[in-house]
């Protein structure tokens, strides 16, 4: 979503500012500006609707190089227009203090009465700007940063991650409530920043503030002061591999990369996880009471963790006969909870505000909270009472493509482990269950080779329709679910996914000549019904996950049972065709328009 970034040191703060700031841009990309002070006490501040690149020009010519403090962000816009003076840093009333800020200011609507009754000019459409004249007001003579912070931020309602500088004195001061923020020591200098893959070339291992932590960056160094009154900080965390940028490989774009890589993903995670499984010795070691003694299993996600969960969900329904559900985590907080439920919750980033905010709401004497998830030093994995690391390596493209496939096999890992002590499950079908899961990396490698060039014609076919629709049922739907999702996402087309037994109770009113529908295969006999349906009105079915041989002109159905996940190498050709898609209709497929990598607000 947003992204902050702050540097204090001996030289080129700006520049060191703006350089971390690029390297966060993917995670918010509608503005960026670097506030900063000069060595002789004079600010420079430059903000842009151009991208972080763009701030390179005016930064050198206003003397970037002679910095000792700066602060970044780069936005995704909740309150205000896509406006150059609607970007962060955000000035006090006389230009001495800037704030940067990533969350949402619930109450900034009656803050903002106040301040300007006491006369504050306010100068942005934007809830962040209460934050930067509260501070103006709680910065006393012989007052710290960091101490007038604190009492700046007393009065929000909301979730914050906020930087402040000083541009007379040079200090930094920062603060988090229900949004991340982290601090770094560089050894040449002093790092914040809202996400560790920002500053992490540059650094060995970080800190995290936890909520409500306060800290202070000036002339003296480091001062840290917790909300529990201590001014120790927790531990130090080593810079996780997700956290380095990865190459775009032979593509342009680093969707396309990471596509490719589901193959190898995919190996890396059951490499890593399948030797725990048939022992139960996954899950035990993850501290999780024995599954014997859970009665519900709830996965809890947003989009395509969402869809993740759904898959993992057919593993502990489908095969282990447990009362299982998926649930949006927008909408949790409207949920009944069962005692001894186990929650898994599935986040990539672990930083997705829904996700938190939903944890935040569980019952307090319910099951335990697993985390599922690919950065295990984020806000989700410090909140849960179990941790799971995805292994998917840094994911560029805002559309989530190798942490889906991370995701299910790592869930699924975990729900066999899970399953395999419990006598649940017949084990003529949990070793072919085993054999479809290390088959996987194969599967995938095979869906990327064999539907290329079908999908990039298609693209090609399709690049006028103005509507797709995804159908499946049972384990298929998921993927058709996830094949709209990323049609959206990248294409900006309107696409839904439907369970294909529904099609008749409505949707089938949209099929026209030509539409596009996707139908995901599992084997299921009753989808040909289906199809007639929708060819008998003129639509286009592009059937995905095939398992039906033709005999004498007459379908003959494979009697394969798939896997309780699902046909999860399915989603390799959806991914492509959306990709291919949106590089046709020239879409930025790595930067889709009004989304983000990380989605830190509620
Ligand atoms: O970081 P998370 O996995 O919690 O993100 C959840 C969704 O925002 C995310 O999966 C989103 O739907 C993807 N960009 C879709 O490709």
Known sequence: MCGITAYRGPTAAAGRARVA?????????????????????????????????????PLEARGMDATTAAIGHTRWATHG??????????????????????????????????????????ATEVDSEVIVHLLEQALRPGRGLGDALAEAVRPLEGSWAIVALDTRSGALAGTAHGSPLIYADAGDGMYLASDVGAVAPM?????????????????????WHRADGSSRPRGRWPVPQTALLASTGRHRDHMGNEIDEQPAV???????????????????????????????????????????????????????????????????????????????????????????????????????????????????????????????????????????????????????????????????????????????????????????????????????????????????????????????????????HQPAGELKHGPLALVDAGTPVFVIDDGDPRLEVDIAEVTARGGRVVRIGERVLRVGGLPLHLPRRGPSWGPLETVVPLQMFARELALRLHRDVDKPRNLAKSVTVS
């Open 203 to 223: 650094i060995d291992d970080f800190r995290v503030l936890e909520d409500d932590d306060v800290v202070q960056l000036d002339g003296d160094g480091l001062r």
């Open 266 to 496: 995919a190996r890396r995670v059951i490499d890593a996880l399948a030797p725990g499984i048939s022992d139960g010795r996954l899950w035990r070691g993850l501290g999780l009471p024995p599954l014997d003694g859970i009665d519900h299993v709830a996965v809890l996600g947003c989009g395509t963790s969402l869809n993740a969960g759904r898959a993992i969900a057919g593993a502990f329904g489908r095969l282990g006969a447990m009362p299982t559900r998926s649930l949006i985590a927008s909408e949790a907080g409207h949920e009944v909870w069962e005692p001894r439920t186990l929650v898994i919750a599935i986040s990539q980033s672990g930083e997705t505000a829904d996700i938190l905010r939903a944890l935040e709401r569980l019952p307090r004497d319910g099951g335990p909270v697993l985390a599922l998830t690919n950065n295990a030093s984020s806000s989700l994995a410090r909140r849960a009472d179990a941790v799971i690391d995805c292994l998917a390596g840094p994911e560029i493209g805002v559309a989530a493509t190798k942490t889906f496939i991370a995701q299910v096999l790592t869930g699924v890992c975990v729900a066999l482990s899970g399953l395999s002590t419990t006598g649940r499950v017949d084990p003529n079908l949990f070793a072919s269950e085993l054999r479809a899961l290390t088959a996987t990396p194969d599967a995938l490698a095979a869906a990327l080779e064999t539907w290329r060039p079908t999908m990039t014609a298609l693209a090609s076919d399709f690049s006028r329709a103005s509507g797709f629709l995804f159908l499946g049922r049972g384990g298929g739907l998921v993927y058709a679910a996830e094949g709209a999702l990323k049609l959206k996402e990248l294409s900006y087309r309107w696409a839904e």
């Open 81 to 122: 227009g896509v406006t150059e003076q609607n970007a962060h840093p955000i000035e006090d009333c006389s230009g001495r203090l800037f704030v940067v800020h990533n969350g949402i200011i619930e109450n900034a609507d009656v803050l903002r009465a106040d301040l300007l009754a006491a006369g504050h000019r306010f």
């Open 21 to 57: 700031l690029e390297r966060l841009e993917y995670r918010g990309y509608d503005s960026a500006g670097i506030a900063a002070r000069r060595a002789d006490g004079t600010s420079l501040h430059v903000r842009t609707v151009d991208g972080v690149a763009s701030l390179s020009g």
